[in-house]
């Protein structure tokens, strides 16, 4: 019980950096021998692929090689994993068997390296990803939306795989990064926006106001409370399709 709390607790201090990595590609070290050719290691998988190019433009894991998982360490991971049925939205804990190839049996444009799964040590859903969605408004500090039209209602999309946001205020189209992207924490800005001037600015004015200053969040079922530091909601969303 004890080592499966203290398990837990590492994986929700490095849920505190970004869901990307950086633009460094994984490089195997030393590991426990299992024979002349093999090592056996433990791996972290992040929930969510990133882009990278391989040949082409591709898909890759993001890993973090060690027992013990480390904020923003995550690297792209361009090999297979045989044996290894990724699902999308789980931090995975993993024992690989690492197999050193010899050179006339690695095509060019592979890893020298054969990465098998041996055991699947932990799997937690990352409650993050709820965010990764599209969000209409509802309220402004719990005042429902009073508006002569739904062209004017503000609606935001968070992509966590590429940790960005795009949406629009009911006039001009904003868009930026989320940070600080933790179960609760969530900091946005700077806002950038397009510059169109609409007949009435009120409701669009406000939202951007309010969500320059989000610094949490709060999920319910289909609605996302974006508050402030002290807890306050200030923006108030309901989940659409």
Request: glycine content about 8%; some cysteine.
């Amino acid at each position: 019980m004890r080592g499966n709390c203290m398990l837990r607790v590492s994986i929700a201090i490095a849920l505190g950096a970004s869901l990307l990595v950086g633009c460094s590609a994984f490089s195997p070290s030393a590991a426990d021998k299992t024979d002349a050719n093999s090592t056996t290691s433990t791996y972290w998988v992040n929930s969510l692929n990133a882009k990278c190019v391989g040949v082409g433009p591709m898909q890759c894991l993001q890993v973090q090689r060690g027992e013990e998982l480390s904020a923003g360490k995550w690297q792209l991971f361009y090999a297979p994993i045989q044996g290894f049925e990724y699902v999308p939205g789980y931090i995975y804990k993993l024992k690989v068997k690492e197999t050193q190839l010899p050179a006339h049996q690695v095509p060019a444009d592979k890893s020298s390296i054969a990465y098998e799964l041996v055991e699947v040590l932990d799997k937690q859903a990352d409650s993050r990803l709820r965010l990764h969605d599209i969000w209409v408004l509802e309220a402004i500090e719990g005042k429902p939306l009073a508006l002569t039209s739904e062209r004017q209602r503000p609606r935001l999309e968070f992509n966590l795989t590429e940790m960005r946001f795009t949406g629009t205020d009911g006039c001009n189209n904003v868009f930026g990064s989320p940070h600080a992207v933790t179960p609760d924490t969530l900091s946005i800005g700077p806002i950038a926006a397009t510059m169109m001037a609409c007949a009435d600015m009120a409701t669009a004015d406000r939202f951007r106001q309010r969500l320059g200053k989000v610094e949490g969040y709060l999920l319910e079922g289909l609605k996302l409370h974006l508050q402030n530091a002290s807890g306050k909601t200030l923006l108030s969303f309901q989940k659409t399709d």
